[in-house]
């Protein structure tokens, strides 16, 4: 670790206040639209950082949403299992040469394992569980920024998705969103309001998001952007089980899924591109045919990537129809145990097929951890609804006593009284 880059910290507003003096930089992990994502060493602690760094033109607008996220992500309890933890904002300068830079802005953020696609490129094979951790880590972050703060991510892809190892080698990894420049902090259901530029990445925009790209966002005044998230999330896993990214048909231009543009998703059902979308899926059906579940998995797939985004499920649908999916994988491994337990009473040699079973009994353990991590950070929630409840009951109440209150004045009021009878 000789002669790595040491950076100057000339303001440091991160917390708990992090100790920088240590600190060095390692290697640029990834060039972005953004800038650059370095990865840090403290030298002292040998704990690792990834800082990103803005380039100096970057729209202030996409820090602000990005700063503004992360920390209100800080305030929630466990939000470091589905999100990579940020420490805050660090104004620094670096060597450039033998000179010092100018100051540059960066947010330091817990250094993350890889991307998926990162990961995926390292896994020959992904288990039938392993992707139900993926989809629901993917599923449980969108949900949390839903239910938390009314905030659709919008730029769901594989490069903006990380890894972390597990802790314990039979646990499965966490996987958890990133990079928040293009969130929408939404003050009515999802919708996505007249004048909104449409960013993100072409490739995996929903219908409506693409027609809108298209067509201009003057048309696009009640989109459901959560749905919109819904179907980023069905194109990503369906190339993490293909492991390519799909190839949508390009028109002369090299513009993909330019047929989109004419075909307004909130009023067509079909989708100029469904049935390329139906032949990846079979594709997927055929590489985890036999899997307990697999059909429930392939239509909730399915009804992800719906060209109307009306027929698309919820987060919280996507999130329990998960769960019925691992419960019927459980009852089929029990059944499967029980016919083991009966061989092994006829006096077979089964431990192999023993242990293959309790190896899948294991990685059903991690996702059901998982699990039980996502009802505490949805229980804040919870609390807010209670105290909305029990607001929404006061005027309730109030109303109720202004309109009999309003009742007793027009009985008491003749000319209110003839008003009234005119009036039928
Ligand atoms: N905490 C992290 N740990 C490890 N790698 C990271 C981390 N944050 C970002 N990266 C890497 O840097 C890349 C770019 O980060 P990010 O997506 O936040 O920046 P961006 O400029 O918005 O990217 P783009 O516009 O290309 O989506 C990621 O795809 C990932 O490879
Ligand atoms: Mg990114």
């Known amino acids: 670790m000789d002669n790595l880059n040491k950076i100057v910290i000339r303001a440091n507003k ?10 060095r930089k390692v290697k640029i992990l990834n060039h972005g639209s953004f800038g650059e994502v370095w990865f840090l060493i403290d030298e002292k602690s040998s704990k690792e950082y990834a800082l990103k760094v803005f380039r100096e033109n970057c729209e202030p607008e996409k820090i602000e949403k990005e700063v503004d996220l992360n920390k209100k992500l800080s305030t929630l309890k466990n939000s470091h299992d589905y999100f990579v933890f940020c420490y805050g904002e660090l104004i620094f300068s670096d060597f450039e040469g033998p000179d010092l830079s100018e100051d540059k802005l960066g947010l330091l953020f817990e250094k993350a394992d890889g991307t998926l696609t990162k990961y995926l490129a390292k896994k020959p094979i ?18 949390i920024l839903q239910q938390n703060f009314q905030c659709s991510h919008l730029d769901i892809k594989p490069s903006n998705i990380v890894f972390q190892k597990p802790i314990e080698k039979d646990d499965l990894p966490k996987f958890k969103l990133i990079d928040y420049g293009e969130t929408l902090f939404i003050k009515s259901i999802g919708t996505l309001a007249k004048g909104i530029t449409i960013a993100g990445t072409p490739h995996y925009f929903s219908p409506e998001i693409n027609f809108a790209y298209f067509n201009g966002t003057d048309t696009t005044n009640a989109i459901n952007t959560y749905k919109s998230d819904a179907y980023s999330m069905g194109l990503t896993i369906i190339e993490t089980i293909l492991k390519r990214k799909i190839k949508f048909p390009k ?24 049935n390329f979308i139906g032949e990846l899926i079979e594709e997927i059906k055929g590489q985890y045919q036999g899997e307990a579940g697999i059909n429930d998995f392939i239509e909730l797939i399915g009804e992800m990537l719906k060209y109307n985004y ?9 999130e329990l129809r998960i769960r019925k999916i691992l419960e019927v994988e459980k009852k089929d491994l029990d059944r499967k145990v029980r016919l083991l337990e009966n061989m092994k009473e006829g006096g077979e040699n089964v431990e192999e097929l023993k242990q293959e079973v309790e190896k899948l009994y294991d990685e059903k353990d991690g996702l059901v951890k998982n699990l039980d991590d996502l009802k505490e950070a949805l229980s804040q929630k919870e609390e807010n609804e209670q105290k909305f409840k029990r607001k929404y009951e006061k005027i309730k109440l109030e109303n109720q006593i202004l309109l009999e209150n309003i009742k007793e004045i027009k009985k008491n009021d003749p000319k209110e009284e003839t008003k009234e009878e005119r009036s039928f």
Do not use: A, W
């Open 14 to 23: 991160t917390d708990p206040l992090v100790d920088l003096d240590f600190i």
């Open 126 to 143: 992904l288990s039938f569980d392993e992707l139900l951790n993926i989809v629901k880590c993917i599923n449980d972050g969108l949900l």
């Open 251 to 274: 028109n002369q231009k090299g513009e993909e899924r330019f047929d989109e543009k004419i075909h307004d998703p909130r009023s067509v059902e079909m989708g100029p591109y469904d």
């Open 310 to 318: 009306n027929k698309r499920p919820s987060f919280v649908e996507i």
